[in-house]
């Protein structure tokens, strides 16, 4: 088809990077996704496809997670132009998965795998070529703790009618979709195969009209929630007064009760000092616990509660510290704690440093500061908070990976995801909030999400977006407390849904074949 089908790929899967936040140009993904099933489909051996396949996957990578660099920026460990070499090896790792997509389809359906130079990409091509692609994003999302930023699913979300089948089939399958609707761009516009483009295309387009979930209802006027972003970087973490200032700019952010009950929710690691009672004084350097709590409280109506984000201790039986928990509290207006979460799905060589006696001695160390490293809490868990239901909880990048966001026996009513997006660069918020509103979709949730400096946001449980705090400005959202809908299909069946679309797909693409 043409000539350096390499450098083709590198450049065809950076352009299907720009189909996501902040840029949402999805018709440039599904071109060159389109274009790039052809290269794949025309390669004469099994050594160029997956050359082909690895390629695409470096230049879509290193473009759609260009904000990585910017956390290397943040630390004084490691020199910062290891940030760009950061972002060539992830997307040299991560290209493994478009690499094996693109193998299967050519080994298990494309004729030029059997020695026919002469054939045309087909519809039994295509439908091969979907099914791989979920099974290659969902291994993505799961192999060595997974890193499930950017499926392509989520590239719908500017067309929100096909982003709301993640309700029904999750944002893997919803993949799957997106690979569907760029091979029959492939067929209509590159073969000419109208009926069979048609073919595809159609009962896409009926599936996105007829499965729409229904529109979430409006919110209690009852209850509020009030989202408080101070604007304070991660640059500013290492001032002397940075834990005293940020914790008196959220307290005067929430401002004043009311005659309604109030949730406040604040972002992640905000509250500096440890707030837990019971630990060794010589830990309350930044503060001891009990006055902590009470500017908090001074906040609070008797009837409003606070979900504030910062650290816990644990330790041994010798009474040594043991790791540190990434942590949720509950705080009431008597400044007591009802309640805590510990992240569970931690950021390698974020939060903690693996291999740390291997790694260590050659100068390398975590993004964040300290020395302690955080131990994960044992998964999604949903909290009681008085007046306000069943929570569920979701720190950072925990609300990217799908189907894992929600404890099934105990289904929430509102998802709470603080962030600190501060280390995320100017790509990486709107991707973040991009991903938490496919969550929002595909469990029939709100997700009510509050960072430091952008992009905090309340989300409705289909998936609109009801209010924003842009990036680096200090402000609060207050709006009525969002409604759930009904569980949505995804939320009982969770990732089998994956599973059974690849099953559909391949007898499709079987059926296809006989004919």
Same mark, same amino acid.
């Given at each position: 088809?043409?000539?350096?089908?390499?450098?083709?790929?590198?450049? /065809?899967?950076?352009?299907?990077?720009?189909?996501?936040?902040?840029?949402?140009?999805?018709p440039?993904?599904?071109?060159?996704?389109?274009?790039?099933? @052809?290269?794949?489909?025309?390669a004469?051996?099994?050594?160029?496809? /997956?050359?082909?396949?690895?390629?695409?996957?470096?230049?879509?990578f290193a473009?759609?997670?260009?904000?990585?660099?910017?956390?290397?920026?943040?630390?004084?460990?490691?020199?910062?132009?290891?940030?760009?070499?950061?972002?060539?090896?992830?997307?040299?790792y991560?290209?493994?998965?478009?690499?094996?997509?693109?193998?299967?389809?050519? +080994?298990?359906?494309?004729?030029?795998?059997?020695?026919?130079?002469?054939?045309?990409?087909?519809g039994?091509?295509?439908?091969?070529?979907?099914?791989?692609?979920?099974?290659?994003?969902? /291994?993505?999302?799961?192999?060595?703790?997974?890193?499930?930023?950017?499926p392509?699913?989520?590239?719908?979300?500017?067309?929100?009618?096909?982003? +709301?089948?993640?309700?029904?089939?999750?944002?893997?399958?919803?993949?799957?979709?997106?690979?569907?609707?760029?091979?029959?761009?492939?067929?209509?516009?590159?073969?000419?195969?109208?009926?069979?483009?048609?073919?595809? =295309?159609?009962?896409?387009?009926?599936?996105?009209?007829?499965?729409?979930?229904?529109?979430?209802?409006?919110?209690?006027?009852?209850?509020?929630?009030?989202?408080?972003?101070?604007?304070?970087?991660?640059?500013?973490?290492?001032?002397?007064?940075?834990?005293?200032?940020?914790?008196?700019?959220?307290?005067?952010?929430?401002?004043?009760?009311?005659?309604?009950?109030?949730?406040?929710?604040?972002?992640?690691?905000?509250?500096?000092?440890?707030?837990?009672?019971?630990?060794?004084?010589?830990?309350?350097?930044?503060?001891?616990?009990?006055?902590?709590?009470?500017?908090?409280?001074? =906040?609070?109506?008797?009837?409003?509660?606070?979900?504030v984000?910062?650290? =816990?201790?644990?330790?041994?039986?010798?009474?040594?510290?043991?790791?540190?928990?990434?942590?949720?509290?509950?705080?009431?207006?008597?400044?007591r704690?009802?309640?805590?979460?510990?992240?569970?799905?931690?950021?390698?060589?974020?939060?903690?440093?693996?291999?740390?006696?291997?790694?260590?001695?050659?100068?390398?160390?975590?993004?964040?500061?300290?020395?302690?490293?955080?131990?994960?809490?044992?998964?999604? @868990?949903?909290?009681?908070?008085?007046?306000?239901?069943?929570?569920?909880?979701q720190?950072?990048?925990?609300?990217?990976?799908?189907?894992?966001?929600?404890?099934?026996?105990?289904?929430?009513a /509102?998802?709470?995801?603080?962030?600190?997006?501060?280390?995320?660069?100017?790509?990486?918020?709107?991707?973040?909030?991009?991903?938490?509103?496919? +969550?929002?979709?595909?469990?029939?949730?709100?997700?009510?999400?509050?960072?430091?400096?952008?992009?905090?946001?309340?989300?409705?449980?289909?998936?609109r977006?009801?209010?924003?705090?842009?990036?680096?400005? =200090?402000?609060?959202?207050?709006?009525?407390?969002?409604?759930?809908?009904?569980?949505?299909?995804?939320?009982?069946?969770?990732?089998?849904?994956?599973?059974f679309?690849?099953?559909?797909?391949?007898?499709l693409?079987?059926?296809?074949?006989?004919?």
């Amino acid at each position: 088809m043409l000539r350096s089908p390499l450098l083709w790929s590198l450049l /065809l899967g950076a352009i299907a990077a720009l189909g996501f936040a902040p840029l949402d140009l999805w018709p440039l993904t599904l071109a060159a996704l389109a274009l790039w099933m @052809r290269l794949v489909h025309d390669a004469p051996t099994l050594r160029r496809v /997956l050359a082909v396949g690895w390629g695409f996957g470096v230049g879509h990578f290193a473009i759609a997670n260009n904000w990585i660099q910017h956390a290397f920026d943040l630390q004084d460990k490691m020199p910062p132009a290891l940030g760009y070499l950061a972002v060539v090896l992830v997307a040299l790792y991560l290209a493994v998965y478009p690499m094996l997509a693109a193998g299967a389809a050519w +080994r298990l359906a494309s004729p030029r795998a059997a020695g026919d130079a002469a054939a045309r990409p087909g519809g039994a091509f295509v439908a091969v070529f979907a099914a791989a692609w979920i099974v290659a994003e969902w /291994l993505r999302a799961t192999m060595f703790t997974g890193y499930a930023w950017d499926p392509l699913g989520v590239a719908w979300l500017p067309v929100i009618g096909v982003a +709301r089948l993640g309700a029904w089939i999750g944002t893997y399958a919803l993949s799957g979709v997106t690979v569907l609707a760029a091979g029959a761009l492939l067929l209509l516009v590159g073969e000419r195969r109208w009926r069979l483009a048609a073919g595809v =295309a159609v009962p896409l387009v009926s599936a996105a009209i007829l499965l729409a979930p229904p529109r979430a209802p409006p919110g209690d006027p009852g209850r509020r929630i009030r989202v408080v972003q101070p604007n304070v970087g991660q640059d500013a973490v290492r001032a002397p007064d940075y834990a005293r200032r940020i914790l008196l700019t959220m307290a005067a952010l929430s401002e004043r009760p009311g005659p309604v009950p109030r949730l406040v929710v604040w972002p992640e690691g905000s509250v500096d000092p440890f707030i837990e009672d019971g630990y060794p004084a010589s830990w309350y350097f930044r503060g001891y616990p009990g006055p902590t709590r009470a500017i908090i409280a001074r =906040a609070l109506g008797p009837r409003d509660r606070a979900l504030v984000g910062g650290s =816990a201790l644990f330790f041994d039986s010798a009474g040594e510290v043991s790791g540190a928990g990434n942590a949720i509290f509950v705080v009431g207006p008597d400044a007591r704690l009802g309640g805590r979460y510990d992240k569970a799905h931690l950021v390698p060589y974020g939060e903690y440093l693996p291999m740390r006696a291997l790694l260590e001695p050659i100068g390398l160390s975590r993004l964040v500061a300290g020395e302690i490293d955080f131990v994960p809490g044992p998964g999604p @868990r949903t909290l009681s908070v008085p007046g306000f239901g069943a929570i569920g909880m979701q720190i950072c990048y925990e609300i990217i990976f799908s189907g894992q966001v929600v404890d099934r026996a105990h289904r929430p009513a /509102l998802l709470f995801n603080p962030s600190n997006d501060g280390w995320f660069g100017a790509w990486g918020p709107p991707q973040h909030l991009a991903q938490a509103r496919m +969550r929002a979709i595909e469990e029939g949730l709100p997700v009510v999400r509050s960072t430091p400096d952008g992009i905090s946001a309340v989300i409705a449980a289909d998936g609109r977006v009801l209010g924003t705090v842009p990036r680096h400005i =200090a402000g609060a959202i207050e709006l009525p407390m969002p409604s759930a809908l009904p569980p949505t299909l995804f939320s009982r069946t969770g990732n089998w849904m994956a599973g059974f679309a690849v099953l559909m797909l391949l007898a499709l693409a079987a059926a296809l074949r006989r004919r």
